[in-house]
């Protein structure tokens, strides 16, 4: 079969996106998602696979700039959209997408390409290693009361509609973007993203409702989230679906918890896609009634292991020798010696003797600072050969903030 892979051009977008639909069990999005989407698509970055005249393939890659350990925004290409039909799946459609747009991210000068996957196992062999993870929290907010630091009683509350504060929610999470490696800087028309109130989502909840959180008149916070009630049993036990809630400091944050917790008629919280280090897990009266669990969240992947070595701080001083295998992006394989601190970094070429033996996969997995390279050696994925080498690198590369993507895309 011959497959031609070619820039996607506008006016077959809707073919195109029918096809990744479809892939996905072809469930209609209404015009409004349908249109958003065609906005941000990029068109000069997004791929079609074609068999004849037949769309069989798609894939894109978003420009984003993503915050990396130390507070840089660094371009990474942020893959989307990626699939295949059923009728050509297994074949290698979808190796001679990834074959072109790795080769493209690296002509772009992007030291880094980052997803969310549809299933992990599908990225690790071009190159992509699980970076952050985040946490899926179920809480039954009858057995649980939060105990929040001084300062919360003095954050005023109040419900507004959610295009209304819009403006004054992107300014919240603008201050946000540079203190979490892993959150992207917004690009025009993405925060209307987090407006999109999909029918199809809602099963049975309410619209999407939204309460900004303000201290001497300034906004510090907001959850925008919904609201299903159940009168199903003897009492009302509806459940708080929240689907952002961000504030710029330790009592805003608690006033959003406290107030999703305690909303009368409901017993229940779902949070999910939240930080790894989100405070409310430490204000909790009771943990195990917070129905947590842990899920693989950005993929990332080294386009450029020097560029995006360097692109970074550490936490602490470190200068080792790694030695990298990558078969997919052979122009990265090799010795690399880093060299760094809390200020910057420098990585280069070297002969010298090798400290770390790993593959790209990895350093990927390691680069945001959420795993750390002991748990990759534990797993027998990195290889110590000078002893001491993984401590000093393991502790450098960790990050104070837990990495953390805010949405998916
Ligand atoms: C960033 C995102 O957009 S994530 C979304 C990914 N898309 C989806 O999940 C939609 C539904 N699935 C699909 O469209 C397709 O099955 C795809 C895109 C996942 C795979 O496309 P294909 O063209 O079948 O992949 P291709 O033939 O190039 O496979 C390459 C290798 O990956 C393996 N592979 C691909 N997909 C999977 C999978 N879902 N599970 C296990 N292995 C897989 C293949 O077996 C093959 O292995 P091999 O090299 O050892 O033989």
């Not at 005023?156 to 892993?182: F, H, I, K, T």
Request: glycine share 10%.
């Amino acid at each position: 079969m011959a497959t031609d892979v070619r820039l996607l051009r506008q006016d077959e977008w809707n073919t195109w996106y029918d096809n990744l639909l479809r892939a996905f069990g072809g469930v209609d999005e209404s015009p409004e998602e349908r249109g958003l989407w065609n906005q941000l698509s990029e068109y000069d970055r997004f791929l079609g696979a074609w068999d004849g005249e037949d769309c069989i393939g798609t894939a894109g890659a978003f420009s984003f700039r993503l915050t990396v350990p130390g507070g840089a925004s660094v371009r990474a290409a942020g893959i989307t959209g990626v699939s295949v039909a059923a009728t050509h799946r297994r074949r290698g459609v979808l190796t001679s997408m990834m074959r072109r747009q790795l080769d493209d991210i690296r002509s772009w000068g992007e030291p880094l390409a980052v997803l969310t996957a549809s299933e992990p196992v599908i990225y690790g062999r071009f190159g992509y290693g699980i970076g952050t993870l985040h946490v899926n929290a179920e809480i039954d907010s009858h057995r649980v009361q939060l105990s929040v630091p001084p300062g919360t009683d003095d954050v005023r509350l109040r419900y507004a509609a959610p295009a209304d504060v819009l403006d004054v929610c992107e300014e919240v999470y603008a201050r946000l973007v540079p203190g979490r490696p892993g959150m992207l800087a917004r690009q025009p028309d993405w925060e209307r993203l987090a407006l999109l109130d999909p029918q199809r989502e809602r099963e049975g909840a309410s619209p999407l409702q939204c309460v900004v959180a303000e201290r001497d008149g300034e906004t510090v916070g907001y959850t925008r989230f919904r609201v299903k009630p159940d009168w199903h049993q003897s009492s009302a036990n509806g459940t708080v679906i929240v689907q952002d809630l961000e504030g710029l400091d330790a009592a805003a944050c608690a006033a959003l918890w406290r107030f999703v917790l305690d909303i009368d008629l409901t017993s229940r919280v779902i949070a999910h896609g939240r930080p790894m280090d989100d405070a409310w897990q430490y204000q909790v009266s009771d943990i195990r009634r917070c129905g947590i669990q842990t899920k693989d969240s950005l993929h990332v992947r080294l386009v450029d292991v020097g560029a995006a070595l360097q692109a970074r701080t550490y936490q602490a001083p470190l200068d080792v020798v790694f030695e990298v295998e990558d078969s997919f992006c052979p122009w990265n394989e090799g010795r690399w010696r880093l060299t760094g601190d809390g200020k910057g970094a420098s990585c280069a070429r070297t002969t010298d003797a090798v400290d770390l033996s790993l593959s790209v996969r990895e350093l990927g997995s390691a680069y945001l600072g959420g795993i750390s390279l002991t748990a990759l050696a534990a797993a027998g994925r990195v290889r110590e050969l000078r002893q001491g080498a993984l401590a000093e690198a393991s502790l450098a590369f960790g990050s104070a903030a837990a990495p953390w993507l805010p949405h998916g895309f």
